[in-house]
C-alpha cells in the first residue's frame, strides 16, 4: 500500500509569493494532520482534520496560514504571502479510524523562502 | 497538556555497542507513548508504542523501550547498535482519551562510529 504521498518533495521560492503544500493521506484514514519541523522549535501540530473537518487549527501560526480538505484524499497547506521565516519542513500525516493511536507520517517538504 | 523532554541532543556510540535515547514526559492525564525515527531527508517512522499493558515493548529493529510510569519515563534502548541506526530519534505522548494531539520531543541525534 502507498503510504502518505506528499508534494513537493522541496520548494524554494521568494519572500511573498504563497505557497501550497499538498498531502494525500493513506485509503481508508480519517483524520489527517500538518505539522512544522525547525530546528528551533522541533515538530509542531498545526491543524488537524477529522473526516475533513477541521478541528483543531490553534497551532496555525497566523493568518497567512491556511488548510484545507475538500475530499478525503486530499489535503493543502497554503502560505500566502510566505516569509523567510516560513522555512521548514513541514509533514503531512494520516490516522485511521479503528486505530487512533498511531499517524502515519509522509516524507515531508522541505520549504525555503528567500 | 502534556509534554516531552529529550535529554541529550546528540548520542555518539561506537558501532555494537549499547545505546539508550532517554525521554521523559509530563502529564495529567493517562497517555500513549512512541518512539519515531527519521532518517536523512525522510519521514517520520514509527519504531514502537506503548498504549498498556506490558511496560517492556519491543520495536523494528532490535530496539525496545520501557514504560516506568512512577518516573514518567519511557527510555529507548538497543543492545548493539548498527551503523544503519545513524538517524534523528524523536519521542511523543499523546493523550489516551483523545489521541489527537501528538506532542514531541525536540529529537536525539544518535551517531553510530565505525
Known amino acids: 500500500d502507498a503510504g502518505v504521498i506528499q508534494s513537493p518533495r522541496h520548494e524554494v521560492t521568494e519572500m511573498g509569493q504563497e505557497v501550497t503544500l499538498r498531502c494525500k493521506p493513506i485509503?481508508?484514514?480519517?483524520?489527517l494532520f500538518w505539522y512544522r519541523q525547525t530546528m528551533m522549535r522541533g515538530l509542531e501540530l498545526l491543524i488537524y482534520?477529522?473526516?475533513?473537518?477541521?478541528?483543531?487549527d490553534s497551532g496555525m501560526p497566523e493568518d497567512r496560514f491556511s488548510a484545507k480538505m475538500p475530499n478525503a484524499s486530499f489535503s493543502t497547506l497554503k502560505i500566502q504571502p510566505s516569509e523567510p521565516r516560513d522555512s521548514a519542513v513541514y509533514f503531512c500525516?494520516?490516522?485511521?479510524?479503528?486505530?487512533?493511536?498511531?499517524?502515519?507520517f509522509g516524507p515531508g517538504t522541505r520549504l525555503t523562502v528567500l | 497538556a502534556q509534554s516531552v523532554t529529550q535529554l541529550d541532543s546528540q548520542v555518539p556510540v561506537f558501532e555494537e555497542a549499547p545505546v539508550e535515547l532517554r525521554c521523559n514526559y509530563s502529564?495529567?492525564?493517562?497517555?500513549?507513548l512512541f518512539w519515531y525515527v527519521q532518517y536523512p531527508n525522510q519521514g517520520l517512522q514509527l519504531l514502537l508504542k506503548?498504549?498498556?499493558?506490558?511496560?517492556l515493548v519491543k520495536g523494528i529493529n532490535g530496539f525496545e523501550a520501557e514504560f516506568n510510569k512512577s518516573q514518567t519515563s519511557f527510555h529507548l534502548r538497543k543492545p548493539s547498535v548498527h551503523i544503519s541506526d545513524t538517524a534523528e530519534y524523536f519521542c511523543?505522548?499523546?493523550?489516551?482519551?483523545?489521541?489527537?494531539?501528538?506532542?514531541f520531543g525536540t529529537g536525539t541525534s544518535l551517531t553510530v562510529i565505525p
Open positions: 485509503s481508508g484514514h480519517n483524520s
Open positions: 500525516a494520516s490516522r485511521h479510524p479503528g486505530r487512533t493511536d498511531t499517524q502515519y
Open positions: 511523543a505522548v499523546s493523550a489516551k482519551n483523545t489521541g489527537n494531539q501528538f506532542y
Open positions: 482534520f477529522n473526516n475533513n473537518v477541521p478541528i483543531d
Open positions: 506503548y498504549l498498556s499493558g506490558s511496560t
Open positions: 502529564s495529567s492525564v493517562s497517555v500513549y
